[in-house]
């Protein structure tokens, strides 16, 4: 079968995700983390890809980037193939890590940017555990969950450098207090009331497999 096309152009903003080989764990432990986030850093200082949002789970990774070149397959190519070889260096291991290739939909700026980091904020308790949990409760696992940009955009002394907070936060009144308090409360009304983006995140119906 042959792959999809793929679509790349200057300026384009996608939402990438990456699942382990056989839905297995990419991560060992926090060192292996701290090292995923390193390497990200540096690859999108190389390719010069603007970051806006991400999370790392046990088995699979989603990133909210920006392409000003139009090089989301030659970022992504880096990236991958340098954290699955320290992957396998460290872990005594060859072969793939990830499952096939990364698939990334491309999003509408304007219109989505801003509600798809909560929805990739919200990934970790996108979990069958916690459905009968209480708001409260899932918030608490929310917050306990290190491994995610959303603690940046609501605490400003817990930033990170390779991040840009700026765009997202515009549509909440701003890279202020007032607009990190503004996207504290729309993630809270996030889990009462539920969001799902999935359908309507993508620019003129078209979703991109790239590798």
């Keep these: 079968m042959a792959r ?5 152009y200057p300026g384009a903003v996608y939402h990438v995700t990456c699942r382990g080989n056989e839905r297995q764990s990419i991560f060992r432990d ?5 090292k995923f986030l390193r390497l990200l850093s540096l ?4 390719y010069s890809v603007k970051l806006f949002a991400y999370v ?3 088995n699979h990774f989603h990133l909210l980037v920006e392409t000003p070149l139009g090089n989301l397959g030659e970022f992504m190519r880096h990236f991958n193939i340098t954290y699955t070889g320290y992957f396998n260096r460290r872990s005594n291991r060859a072969g793939h890590l990830y499952q096939g290739r990364y698939k990334s939909v491309l999003v509408e700026k ?3 940017l801003s509600i798809l980091s909560r929805y990739i904020h919200l990934n970790p308790i996108r979990i069958m555990r ?3 949990k209480t708001v409260e409760e899932r918030l608490d ?3 306990r969950h290190t491994w995610s940009s959303l603690h940046g955009y609501l605490d400003g002394k817990r930033r990170e450098e ?3 907070y700026t765009l997202v936060l515009a549509a909440y009144g701003g890279d202020t207090r007032k607009g990190r308090n503004a996207y504290r409360k729309h993630i809270y009304t996030d889990i009462t009331e539920g969001l799902e983006v999935k359908s309507d995140i993508c620019l003129n119906g078209f979703i991109s497999l790239c590798g």
């Design 162 to 164: 390779f991040l840009d």
């Design 30 to 34: 926090d060192e292996d983390r701290a």
């Design 110 to 112: 304007e219109a989505y």
């Design 43 to 46: 690859s999108l200082t190389i």
């Design 141 to 143: 696992e929310l917050f």
């Design 130 to 132: 916690l459905g009968k």
């Design 4 to 8: 999809p096309i793929r679509i790349q």
């Design 56 to 58: 790392l789970m046990n």
